[in-house]
């Protein structure tokens, strides 16, 4: 198994494009999440989807916007794009912890996105 | 506001030297903590979680919900020690968002 794939690994655009990245989580996860890890910085929580929907969100615009297919995989897409769009995006999956407990998140290697 | 700080951005401790991270939150209701670990050119991965009690790897982390903290420690420090390390916090049922640190570098000099 390997793991949590996310494709590109890196990915060069400029001001103003729109970029879309894919995750596919690991063999028997049916949740993924997505994160923004600036340089220097921890994660931060962009979304999380399960079950095709999304089901909770971090503090960022609506310009930040995915999808989750029946196979479990995962777009993000980023419109309008800005410097400060730049950074590390770790996608995350996980199995549904049936309500009780967050259950621990697997991670990609994460695609570097640069915004010139 | 739901917070997590690690002070330290950067601990350095001799081999066989006891390692202390430090992890403190912010949190309304009643929180999962995780500590996460990166070692070089590998990816992020989970260490260990409150809920579990369990020392992995030689490393424990006690939730002290007094102090609101979840320290990470370990006796005795080894070289494959040197990583990357962030605490993370979650909610119970219901709440699904993960808050990170900003991450701790611990070095075990030889």
């Known amino acids: 198994d390997a793991g949590v794939t996310q494709s590109p690994t890196h990915l060069i655009k400029t001001r103003g494009q729109q970029v879309t990245l894919r995750c596919s989580p690991k063999?028997?996860?049916?949740?993924v999440s997505w994160y923004q890890q600036a340089l220097g910085q921890g994660p931060q929580f962009i979304f999380q989807?399960?079950?095709?929907?999304?089901?909770q969100r971090g503090n960022f615009p609506d310009r930040f916007s995915g999808h989750q297919f029946p196979n479990y995989s995962s777009e993000l897409n980023v419109n309008a794009l800005l410097l400060g769009d730049s950074a590390l995006y770790l996608c995350?999956?996980?199995?549904?912890?049936?309500?009780?407990?967050?259950?621990?998140?697997?991670f990609g290697d994460g695609t570097r996105l640069s915004i010139l | 506001a739901q917070r997590v700080t690690q002070p330290e951005k950067l601990l350095s401790v001799f081999k066989g030297a006891p390692v202390e991270l430090k992890c403190n939150y912010s949190?309304?209701?009643?929180?999962?903590l995780f500590w996460y670990v990166q070692y070089s050119r590998q990816r992020l991965q989970l260490l260990l979680r409150?809920?579990s009690r369990e020392s992995i790897k030689g490393f424990t982390a006690d939730l002290n919900k007094g102090e609101t903290s979840f320290h990470l420690k370990k006796p005795f420090a080894q070289e494959e020690d040197s990583a990357m390390y962030y605490c993370?916090?979650?909610?119970?049922?219901?709440?699904?968002?993960?808050?990170f640190g900003t991450g701790t570098r611990l070095k075990v000099l030889a």
């Open positions: 995350a999956s996980s199995l549904e912890g049936g309500g009780f407990s967050n259950q621990p998140q697997h």
């Open positions: 063999s028997g996860h049916d949740t």
């Open positions: 989807y399960y079950e095709e929907e999304e089901r």
């Open positions: 949190y309304s209701g009643s929180p999962e």
């Open positions: 409150h809920i």
């Open positions: 993370a916090l979650s909610g119970h049922s219901g709440t699904y968002k993960y808050i």
